[in-house]
């Protein structure tokens, strides 16, 4: 959804809209929505668009001959490459996760937060298991600008592990 193709949605004019049909071949796809918290569903903080109820994003079936026996649900398979993973994390929560590396190697690392005036507030962190010991953090200046408000954080890059267990 690029801004120069939205047509004003009511209210505020930061509320945009688009209509258009998008042709997609037979496949798997994941579609995606993200608020910046400022604005947002029932949380307007400026005149709220014409159609409230739809905020977000909607798909519909405009072929006549759309089947919905067609459709199923995505089942997400794990990629045998993610060592851990801790997505869908909500506020006020801390979660962990384990893993073992049997000899060093370079590990990705991608990983989504929000700080601001180089702190963080939600990130993320390994640890040696038997130490204790930390040994990556996503700290604010490691971090780039992963879009929407100010706030969000990314880190996208590859580090080094040493053979060991890490939570």
Do not use: C
């Not at 005149?47 to 405009?62: I, V």
């Not at 992963?146 to 580090?159: E, L, M, P, Q």
Request: proline share 2%; no cysteine; hydrophobic share 30%.
């Amino acid at each position: 959804m690029n801004y120069r193709d939205t047509d004003h949605a009511g209210g505020a004019s930061k509320n945009r809209m688009i209509d258009e049909v998008i042709r997609f071949e037979p496949g798997n796809y994941m579609a995606y929505y993200v608020s910046d918290g400022t604005h947002s569903y029932r949380d307007w903080n400026s005149s709220a668009p014409f159609d409230r109820e739809h905020w977000g994003l909607t798909l519909y079936a405009a072929d006549e001959k759309f089947n919905a026996k067609d459709i199923a649900d995505f089942e997400e398979e794990r990629d045998r490459n993610i060592l851990a993973q801790l997505i869908r994390v909500r506020d006020g929560e801390r979660r962990r996760t384990s893993f073992t590396l049997e000899k060093s190697g370079q590990v990705r690392v991608y990983a989504i937060g929000e700080g601001r005036d180089g702190a963080m507030y939600d990130y993320g962190w390994i640890e040696d298991a038997k130490s204790g010991r930390t040994v990556w953090e996503m700290t604010y200046r490691m971090t780039d600008h992963a879009g929407g408000g100010d706030k969000n954080r990314v880190f996208n890059d590859t580090i080094l592990l040493k053979p060991g267990e890490y939570e």
